[in-house]
């Protein structure tokens, strides 16, 4: 039996548990793998945390050597010290679970002399009763179903300091010879339970974790904090946690944040981002005071962009009430670098039940509501709108479609006759491409160009329309030899003339179809026009001299720079339609609108500036005879609407053509 003080007079013959401090316990020799000791089944591990000292190195030491049937001065006396001086806390226990005997690292541990705790129950001294599946573990340990127990546990010692242990409990091997006893595993004569004190090893993980979850700049939760909340707050009803069942987050970017950065140094941008978080952690604050129970949290989710987070939001005017509060915090100047800056935010407002949203979805709603926030003019909140969400979807439909419509032949072009306003004959027409869409039908062009000018796609499908429309130009000339050829006018984009050679494009085309240049008129828009200089105006000047007509399209509403127009190679202009509208009608509804008079006065004063400068004037939206006999009267060239006809198929051109090119008013 052992003696000394750190084991009281009972022999070494049951459940061991060992606890070390902060000094960690010299590794075991490695022991010779029994018969026996390959018998037993895996370890079952309950903690994450690693291992211990393992009992089990400390185990065949023991048990082979001291035979409980020897008397107590037999057991070795170098083993007796060896158990008694370990820094590793340990106690036999045996197979009813009752401390046989203890190190004094285990009294320390628990605040108890070592031999105070023989007799006491070794699963409530290190609370392994307090979770029943532990228990259950534990005493599969005790009856040899089990090879190991692992388990981490917080104990209070008796000054009331709490520290987190692991706690390992294995078999003790049993006396060369012994039988197991009934179980998977030979229990021998107890069990080895030794605890470590795992304090500093989880402080230093908690350390890092913060470092991991927290921007090094301005101290505050980072995106992946951010996102692992976020997450937990959508995810608490599926456990019936949450309270309104609701979240919400105000997802903000300072606006010209970069200028500060490229003008002052990143030194100066970290200080300016730091003191903008102080601001918001305030506006947090005061609204979790407003609104307990919980303040929102506040994450900087990387360069000027930062999120608060409303748990248990109550609707969405708590969460424009928190972006009008940060809008205010920041309109206070900045004191930075020797300096003061001012700086102001967009921020994009989602509120709306957790059920069926997801982190992803949640912050993918509001970036679209900062994008819009931004886009209406920055320096303000933007609620996020499903309506102009799903026009943002279809938007994004259309563009992802736009390229493959052009290879699949989706479009199809639809032409306008414009006429004569003296002899009312077709003189020429202007081509108007449609997009017979699969899934949203037919779409005007009002619903594509400009995304086609966006992405570039305008190019190949520009290329298209114009290489289709004087192929049908030629058609209807060869078809109609005894009357004078119409001319087909093109619209063209001036990202056009900047990433293709418009020049080249259009000399190959006449070329394929052979139509005279003369019979092809391609319109412009006047700020395209007159906004351009260099390469597209170089561009037009080769296309006129080339014998292509050029048209100034919507004259009118954009510089009207007549200094300019001067100098441009233009034959035509064609006047907006809002001039048009404002002749007065045939018949007028009483609520209508009274016509303009000025609107008659500039369009006369246009028409006769453009007559000198040698130019033909088109008139659009002529949609009553009254505008037309108006237009007639001050001069006018040609005139285009629904008085003459809708947008319509080449076949109803070339019926037009053949009844002697009288218009249609349909």
């Not at 907006?576 to 609108?593: I, L, M, N, T």
């Amino acid at each position: 039996m052992l003696a000394g003080p750190a084991l009281t007079g009972a022999p070494l013959t049951g459940t061991a548990f060992a606890v070390s401090g902060a000094v960690r316990a010299p590794a075991a020799p490695p022991v010779p793998d029994t018969p026996r000791a390959a018998a037993l089944p895996p370890a079952t591990v309950l903690s994450p945390e690693a291992p211990a000292p393992a009992p089990s190195a400390l185990a065949p030491a023991v048990a082979p050597t001291a035979d409980p049937a020897l008397p107590d001065d037999a057991q070795p006396p170098l083993l007796r010290a060896a158990f008694g001086a370990a820094p590793l806390a340990m106690a036999v226990v045996d197979r009813g679970g009752l401390v046989v005997g203890a190190n004094d690292a285990f009294g320390a541990l628990l605040g108890a002399r070592a031999d105070a705790l023989a007799g006491r129950v070794a699963a409530d001294l290190v609370e392994l009763a307090s979770d029943p599946r532990t228990h259950r573990a534990y005493n599969e340990v005790l009856r040899g179903r089990r090879a190991e127990l692992r388990c981490t546990r917080r104990l209070k010692s008796r000054d009331g300091r709490a520290r987190w242990v692991q706690v390992v409990a294995a078999p003790l091997a049993a006396a060369p010879g012994e039988p197991a006893d009934g179980g998977d595993a030979p229990a021998g004569d107890g069990v080895l339970v030794s605890v470590s004190d795992i304090g500093a090893r989880r402080e230093l993980q908690a350390r890092l974790r913060h470092l991991q979850m927290h921007d090094p700049v301005t101290r505050l939760p980072n995106r992946t904090l951010f996102f692992e909340r976020l997450s937990a707050a959508l995810g608490a009803e599926k456990f019936g946690q949450a309270g309104t069942g609701r979240v919400g987050v105000c997802y903000l970017d300072l606006d010209g944040f970069k200028a500060i950065n490229d003008t002052l140094g990143h030194r100066a941008g970290d200080a300016l981002l730091s003191a903008v978080a102080e601001r918001l952690t305030g506006c947090a604050d005061g609204a979790g005071r407003t609104a307990p129970p919980f303040s929102p949290l506040v994450a900087r989710l990387g360069g000027d962009e930062f999120a608060l987070l409303v748990e248990d939001s109550t609707g969405p005017e708590q969460l424009t009430e928190l972006a009008e509060s940060v809008l205010t915090a920041l309109q206070e100047p900045f004191d930075v670098a020797g300096g003061r800056l001012s700086v102001s935010a967009s921020i994009g407002v989602v509120e709306r039940r957790s059920a069926g949203t997801s982190a992803t979805a949640l912050m993918q709603a509001a970036d679209t509501t900062l994008y819009w926030a931004k886009a209406d003019g920055k320096s303000r909140w933007t609620l996020f709108d499903p309506e102009r969400n799903a026009h943002r979807m279809t938007r994004q439909a259309l563009v992802s479609t736009l390229r493959p419509a052009i290879e699949r032949g989706e479009f199809t072009l639809e032409y306008q006759p414009l006429v004569g306003m003296t002899d009312g004959r077709v003189h020429g027409v202007e081509a108007l491409v449609r997009w017979r869409h699969p899934q949203f039908g037919a779409l005007a062009p009002n619903r594509f160009i400009q995304l086609a000018e966006d992405d570039g796609s305008i190019v190949p499908l520009g290329r298209w329309i114009l290489a289709t429309a004087c192929r049908q130009a030629r058609r209807w000339q060869l078809d109609h030899p005894d009357r004078p050829p119409i001319f087909v006018s093109v619209n063209v984009a001036v990202r056009q003339v900047w990433d293709s050679d418009l020049v080249a494009d259009v000399a190959g085309i006449l070329e394929e179809t052979r139509l005279a240049p003369e019979l092809l008129q391609l319109e412009l828009t006047e700020s395209a026009v007159m906004g351009s200089s260099g390469r597209p105006i170089e561009a037009l000047r080769a296309l006129s001299d080339m014998g292509v007509r050029i048209a100034i399209d919507d004259f009118g509403t954009g510089y009207s720079n007549l200094a300019y127009l001067s100098r441009l190679p233009v034959s035509v202009l064609k006047l907006d339609g809002a001039f048009v509208r404002g002749f007065p009608y045939e018949e007028r509804d009483a609520s209508a609108e009274l016509p303009d008079p000025a609107d008659e006065v500039i369009v006369e004063a246009m028409i006769q500036l453009a007559h000198r400068l040698g130019l033909t004037v088109t008139a659009e939206c002529v949609e009553t005879s009254a505008q037309a006999g108006r237009l007639r009267r001050i001069g006018c060239d040609t005139g285009q609407g629904w008085l003459y006809s809708r947008p319509v198929a080449p076949e109803r051109i070339s019926e037009l053509l053949g009844a002697g090119g009288e218009s249609a008013r349909s």
